[in-house]
């Protein structure tokens, strides 16, 4: 099964139309595994791959001894490999590789690799060892609302007509000099964050922040007063822009300075909302203020891909042990942390989640731990396995 892996990678030809070049020497009218490669000093080229029926191996390059000290390309050897291969073949029927059963085909998201998410745009057939399929959805592709003429992420304060949701590829911070280099589209990482035209000092939240992930109970603390106040309303609503509010509490007959305005209790709800302030004076003059906030009561998701549950490894062939964990969440993952035999390995904050290991004998346990942005955590089973 791990063969056929290796050996499904190595005949994809729409990885090899990434060195058109080379691609346009390997191109087949048969199933064929091909790796091109060049010594790290560049002095020697190889090209080696296989049919079901066929290995071929090419190598061009100077002797230890010699000084010529010519370069040998990577083109060469793959044209040469090609003629061996096509002469080789001539008159025989190529059966293609066989895929064994333990092996199965899963549809992804790509370049991903997890299972599609609503807002995948692409979608690719890959192939896996059975038991060690995707289990999350794809989390690199997400829609948000944006202002279609700054670029950056809309808010409550963002007009109507300014606004439009678009699909953006997540790039892991340390890549996204090269995606931008490469032409992905990033997702903004700014607020559209523009001022009420009823600011006011006297009327503001001051907890939770602008843009929080809340869940639970919440307590809203901030102003609510001005001259003539007369009362205070807190109301929530659902959306970027609500189409109806519902109250928090009662009304307030009091002014607030820097205190408590009213207890949230965000049970049965999930996303994104606006929570509102209105103060109302003895004139019936309403200032209002808005706070936007992400509630996310739903924990998230974490387990173990490999190795599995009660797996022996030998010591012997895999000095190191490649663990992979799984992890996802509704609406935003925060950190993502691996103990071994209960002690903190490592902690992620974006996938991939794996993490090789020096093997030592006897038994051990894995367990992974979720948190998200909202606070939310969850402990994935602990898995038991076992180095001979």
Request: negative net charge; contains cysteine.
């Amino acid at each position: 099964g791990l063969a056929y892996l290796v050996t499904d990678s190595l005949s994809d030809e729409n990885v090899r139309r990434q060195r058109q070049e080379i691609s346009n020497t390997l191109q087949f009218g048969f199933p064929a595994a091909v790796k091109v490669g060049t010594a790290p000093s560049g002095g020697d080229a190889w090209t080696v791959g296989y049919t079901p029926e066929r290995l071929v191996t090419v190598w061009m390059g100077g002797a230890q001894d010699s000084k010529s000290g010519g370069q040998a390309q990577e083109l060469w050897t793959a044209g040469l490999w090609r003629a061996v291969m096509d002469r080789s073949m001539e008159g025989v029927a190529s059966t293609g590789f066989t895929r064994p059963a333990e092996v199965t085909t899963v549809k992804v998201c790509d370049p991903g690799g997890m299972l599609p998410s609503a807002d995948c745009p692409a979608v690719t057939d890959e192939v896996f060892i059975a038991g060690t399929e995707p289990q999350g959805i794809d989390t690199l592709y997400v829609r948000q609302a944006v202002n279609k003429e700054t670029g950056r992420l809309a808010t409550v304060f963002t007009p109507l007509e300014l606004m439009e949701e678009e699909t953006f590829l997540q790039i892991p911070a340390e890549y996204q000099a090269w995606a931008k280099t490469a032409g992905l589209r990033i997702p903004p990482q700014d607020y559209d964050v523009l001022l009420s035209s009823q600011d006011d000092p006297a009327v503001h939240f001051t907890s939770p922040g602008m843009f929080s992930y809340i869940h639970g109970v919440v307590e809203l603390t901030g102003m609510a007063g001005g001259d003539d106040f007369a009362s205070y309303r807190v109301d929530i609503g659902e959306g970027l822009n609500p189409r109806s509010w519902r109250q928090v509490g009662s009304d307030g007959n009091q002014p607030v300075t820097e205190g408590k305005l009213a207890t949230l209790d965000t049970a049965g709800l999930q996303g994104l909302y606006v929570i509102r302030l209105q103060v109302t004076d003895r004139q019936n003059r309403i200032t209002t203020a808005l706070l936007q906030v992400t509630v996310d009561n739903q924990a998230p998701k974490a387990w173990i891909e490999y190795p599995a549950v009660d797996q022996f490894v030998e010591r012997a062939s895999t000095p190191e042990l490649f663990i992979k964990a799984g992890a996802e969440d509704q609406i935003n993952l925060g950190t993502v942390e691996l103990r071994i035999d209960g002690v903190k390995a490592v902690v992620w904050s974006q996938p991939p989640f794996t993490y090789v290991w020096a093997v030592q004998p006897g038994e051990h346990t894995l367990q992974v731990i979720a948190v998200d942005q909202a606070g939310n955590t969850s402990e994935s089973e602990v898995v038991s396995f076992y180095v001979e």
